[in-house]
Each structure stands twice: as structure tokens, then as C-alpha cells.
């Protein structure tokens, strides 16, 4: 079998453009098939293709595309049938060459089928190279249709003791050259071009031939009965007027001819002129339309396909004509420019509106204590006691020391305040009586009892507690408010009382939350620490100096 062989470089599929659209050409075809070629290791692989395909073919899906316009056997070389009549087959950019067997003389062999080859880049960069051992094509008739062979270099062919080092066609052959370069190709007869039998026809357009050699006739052309008409004007679909260059050396036989302006060809004065339809752009100056890729859109007779705008998106482009086919990505989708489809965004984040959605930072996180799922419009909150790390998919339980209201996330308890438990929605207050002045707290025995001669009263405080006023005192800790000092106390510590102190012997104290005492007055006293009040001393005696008693009044008083 033949194999073909990339001798130098190619676009790898994915590459570029011309591996990714299965094309079209100006003129009506049935099915079109994009046929790319890698480098193949000498392996004979069967291939099993159905005669008649609608999927589009790739490198990448077939590695050994060998012999792929074939459909015949020919010297013992199997054809695969890839094209059936009518199909048009885009040749990668490359040099492509048939395998070294030594049964397999010719590198393409078609029998009574017909359908276009077309280089996908700019003229001649796509390359059949012989290696100055093989012919490069033959052709046995074409069922009634044409062969169409366009913008292909055809060089190093070679046959020994036969005919057509570049191209034969036998059996009333139909086919049309254009804008191709047939070049240093041998054989015995017609170094370039060989064509024989009644019916055989070759139109040739706007091709150049050069270093072509023969060791008999005809260097460039031999025809045996067939013919070859030259046209001096570019080909259909193309405009421009071509230069004509050197002589050609052509050889007839048997009533063959070879009529028109015989002349290689300047094919760099024709322009592709024709008009893609919708949904394809024209590659560079081919007579080549070729898909625009999914994502983008074109109107007729486009140079080049336009972007569907961001947030929105385009699966197949081939009928698109105007923006209005991109479709607009659901809310809770992204779409960037040129976009084949949406993207959903991920768990974690929402989008309302996809409409201006240009690539996955169109996405906003959920934020803190909220959570969604992939695709999604909007994020939902999380329990009580329960938050979130942006971008989240779920919630966790809040820890202790912290706390979450609904939709919120993990805040430290307050000062004043503990949590001592696992998922809680709020905090305890370390009541009255205490106070707490750091935050987090994670029990109780965080929260600190107001010393002796201090008090509060409030549920949430968080600086030390204030000092009992005089008069009053906290003779525990951890109370809540201050006791007055009942009659015959007192207190006068500005810092604060834990007791009240009893009134001393000769003083009193008549009222309750005093702040000192009173002396007993003449003719009282007492003998008592707490007293509330002053004794009367007896007739003719007064309190004596110690204020403990009475003393005998003097005489005359």
C-alpha cells in the first residue's frame, strides 16, 4: 500500500484554520472532506472507511491516510475510498511524497471518479514531490466528470520507460488544471503532462511549467490522440490578466492536440474574484472558501468572519450570516468572544446576566457565608452558625469562640460576650456581675467576676468594672450593684468598699449610706461601735474626754 510522507513542514492539526472546518468552493460541490497528512512510519495499516462518508476526515482521526483519493487496486496498491464523485478535498499546507515501495510507481491512482484537490494555503505551498522516483498522479477516466486540480505544486516526478513524469491521464479523462507549477518532473514521453485516448481532455489555466525533461518527446506535454487546450485568461471565479512566459515544448501524436496560448504561466496576475456564500470566508487570494470557524459568523462574498460578541455564543457557523445567530449564554453562563458555547460558572459563583459575560471573571464569587452550585443565577446563604470561604460550594460549622447570623461569615464573639459551642448563630453574654474585654472568647471562665467594692450591672461589658460609690460597698465578687452602708456605718474609699466600717465609741451614725460619722454632742455619749445614736449622760455630768462616759460636772457648774 502507499503511504504518504510529510518531507517537511505542516500544519499539525488544531494548528491552525485549515485543519479545523471541513471547506467549500464557490462552485456547487456535494460533500466537501478536509485531508491532512502526517508523518507515517512504513507500516501498511488497513483502513476502513465506508465508500461514502458525511463526516469530515482529519489527520488526527485517521494517521494513515494513504493513497486517499485512490479507489481502485494498482500494483498492488489498496485504495481506501475516502472521496466518492464530486467531493472536494482541501491538501494541507506541506510536501507530501508516496511511500517507498518498490510495486508503487505512481503516488495518487484514481479510476472513473472525479472530484476537486485544491491546495487550503497560498498557491504552490502545498507540494507533491515525487523524490525523482515516482509519478505523482494517474488517472484512469473520470466517470463523466472533472478533475479539478488548483493552486498544487507538482515537482521531482519520474517514470522510467513511460510516460507522464508529473501527471498522465488516460481514458477519456476529464480535467482542469489551474494556477498550479509543474516542475522537474521526468519521464520517457511528456515530462510534465501526459494524456492519451479519444475524449481526453485537459484544460489548463494560469499554470507555469518549468525544468521539465524527457529522454525521447516532449519535455513539458505529450498527448497520444487526447487533447490540451490552453487559455490565455484566468481561471472561473478568478479576474486579472495573465502574463504569458516562455514557450512550452509539447509533443502530438495520433491526432492529439494542443491548442491556445501554449506558454507557462505568470500565476501571480490572477485574483480570486468569486463570492463565498454565507457562513465561509475566502482564504487569502485561493479559489478556496473555507468555514468559519464555530463562535464566528459571515455575510456572502465575506474576506473574513466576524466574532460573536461576548456572552453569546455560535455551535456551527456555516450558515451564519449576520450577529443575530449568536445566541446569548443563560444566566449563570460565560461566553468569551468568537465562543462556540458557554461555559457554566463554577460551583462557588453566580452571573445574573450573560449577556456581557466575556470570560469566567465575569463570574462573581459568592461572598463570605454563601455558597452555589455550578451554573448558577445566584448564591444561597448559609445557615445559622454556619459560613463560607469565597468561592464555596457548601458550608462549615462556625467554631467555638465564634458565631454566624444567616448569610453571614464567622465572626469572633464580642467582648462582653463567650461561645463555648460549635455552629452557633450568636454569642452569650457574660451577664452581670462581669466582664470580658477580649474577643473569641471560648467559655464562660473568660469572662472575669468584678472584685470585692465593684459592681456592674450590665449583661455585656467589656472594660473593668467601676468602683462602689462612698457609702455603699460589694462585699463579694461578682455582684451586680452595690449594698448601702446601713446606720451606724459608713464608707469613704474612692477605689471602692468590699465592707462598710462601724461608726467608733462617742460617734454615731443616725442615717443610712453615710460616708463618715457624727461626734455624740455635749451631755451624750455611748459606749458602743455601730451606734446608731447618743445616751443622755445623768444631772450634773457631762461626756468626759474619752467621749466613753460621763463625768461630775465641777462645783459651781
Known amino acids: 500500500m502507499i503511504d504518504f510522507h510529510h518531507s517537511t513542514t505542516v500544519q499539525e492539526p488544531g494548528a491552525g484554520r485549515r485543519f479545523l472546518r471541513s471547506p467549500r468552493w464557490p462552485v456547487s460541490k456535494s460533500r466537501f472532506f478536509k485531508v491532512a497528512f502526517l508523518v507515517i512510519v512504513l507500516v501498511v495499516v488497513p483502513a476502513v472507511v465506508p465508500a461514502v462518508m458525511a463526516a469530515v476526515l482529519y489527520a488526527n482521526d485517521h494517521p494513515v491516510l494513504y493513497n486517499s483519493i485512490s479507489n481502485e487496486d494498482f500494483y498492488g496498491t489498496q485504495g481506501n475510498n475516502i472521496v466518492n464523485n464530486d467531493d472536494s478535498i482541501a491538501v494541507g499546507v506541506g510536501t507530501f511524497s508516496g511511500a517507498p515501495y518498490a510495486s508503487a510507481d505512481t503516488v495518487y491512482y484514481t479510476v472513473e471518479i472525479y472530484f476537486s484537490l485544491v491546495?487550503?494555503?497560498?498557491?504552490?505551498?502545498?507540494?507533491?514531490?515525487?523524490?525523482?522516483s515516482r509519478r505523482l498522479m494517474f488517472v484512469m477516466g473520470t466517470g463523466g466528470g472533472t478533475i479539478r486540480l488548483s493552486g498544487i505544486h507538482f515537482k521531482d516526478g519520474y517514470v522510467d520507460s513511460n510516460s507522464g513524469g508529473a501527471l498522465s491521464f488516460y481514458d477519456a479523462a476529464l480535467v482542469t488544471i489551474e494556477v498550479c507549477k509543474i516542475s522537474s518532473n521526468q519521464a520517457t514521453y511528456g515530462g510534465g503532462l501526459y494524456a492519451r485516448n479519444?475524449?481526453?481532455?485537459?484544460?489548463?489555466?494560469?499554470?507555469?511549467?518549468?525544468?521539465?525533461?524527457?529522454?525521447?518527446?516532449?519535455?513539458?506535454?505529450?498527448?497520444?490522440?487526447?487533447?490540451?487546450?490552453?487559455?490565455s485568461n484566468c481561471p472561473p471565479d478568478w479576474s486579472g490578466t495573465p502574463t504569458p512566459g516562455s514557450d512550452l515544448d509539447t509533443y502530438s501524436y495520433n491526432g492529439g492536440t494542443v491548442s491556445g496560448t501554449i506558454k507557462s504561466f505568470d500565476i501571480g496576475t490572477c485574483t480570486f474574484s468569486g463570492s463565498c456564500p454565507p457562513g465561509e470566508y475566502k482564504i487569502d487570494s485561493m479559489d478556496f472558501c473555507d468555514n468559519c470557524e464555530p463562535g464566528k459568523f459571515s455575510g456572502e462574498g465575506s474576506s473574513s468572519c466576524s466574532s460573536c460578541p461576548a456572552g453569546k455564543y455560535l455551535t456551527n457557523a456555516a450558515t451564519s450570516v449576520e450577529s443575530s445567530a449568536c445566541t446569548s449564554c443563560s444566566s449563570g453562563q460565560y461566553g468569551g468572544t468568537a465562543s462556540a458555547t458557554c461555559s457554566p460558572c463554577a460551583s462557588g459563583k453566580y452571573l445574573t446576566n450573560a449577556a456581557t459575560g466575556v470570560e469566567s471573571s465575569a463570574c462573581t464569587d459568592c461572598s463570605a457565608g454563601q455558597y452555589s452550585g455550578s451554573a448558577s443565577v445566584s448564591c444561597s446563604l448559609c445557615d445559622a452558625g454556619k459560613s463560607s470561604t469565597p468561592p464555596a460550594s457548601s458550608c462549615f460549622a462556625c467554631a467555638m469562640g465564634t458565631h454566624s447570623p444567616t448569610g453571614s461569615p464567622c465572626l469572633d464573639c464580642e467582648a462582653g460576650k463567650y461561645n463555648q459551642n460549635l455552629q452557633q448563630g450568636s454569642c452569650t453574654n457574660c451577664g452581670t456581675g462581669r466582664y470580658s474585654s477580649t474577643t473569641g472568647n471560648t467559655a464562660v471562665s473568660f469572662c472575669l467576676n468584678c472584685e470585692a467594692g465593684k459592681t456592674s450591672s450590665e449583661v455585656i461589658r467589656t472594660t473593668p468594672c467601676p468602683a462602689c460609690p462612698e457609702g455603699t460597698s460589694a462585699p463579694a465578687p461578682g455582684l451586680s450593684f452595690c449594698r448601702s452602708c446601713p446606720a451606724g456605718t459608713y464608707s469613704n474609699n474612692p477605689d471602692g468598699a468590699a465592707n462598710c466600717a462601724l461608726c467608733g465609741i462617742g460617734k454615731y451614725g443616725s442615717a443610712t449610706q453615710s460616708t463618715s460619722c457624727d461626734d455624740c454632742v455635749a451631755g451624750t455619749f455611748n459606749l458602743v461601735e455601730g451606734s446608731v445614736t447618743c445616751d443622755k449622760c445623768p444631772a450634773g455630768q457631762k461626756m468626759n474626754d474619752a467621749g466613753n462616759g460621763c463625768a461630775v460636772c465641777p462645783n459651781g457648774k
Open 119 to 132: 491546495c487550503s494555503g497560498a498557491l504552490h505551498t502545498c507540494v507533491f514531490d515525487g523524490l525523482n
Open 198 to 231: 479519444r475524449g481526453t481532455t485537459i484544460n489548463i489555466y494560469t499554470t507555469g511549467f518549468d525544468g521539465n525533461t524527457v529522454t525521447n518527446y516532449g519535455d513539458d506535454i505529450y498527448t497520444n490522440a487526447a487533447d490540451f487546450i490552453w487559455h
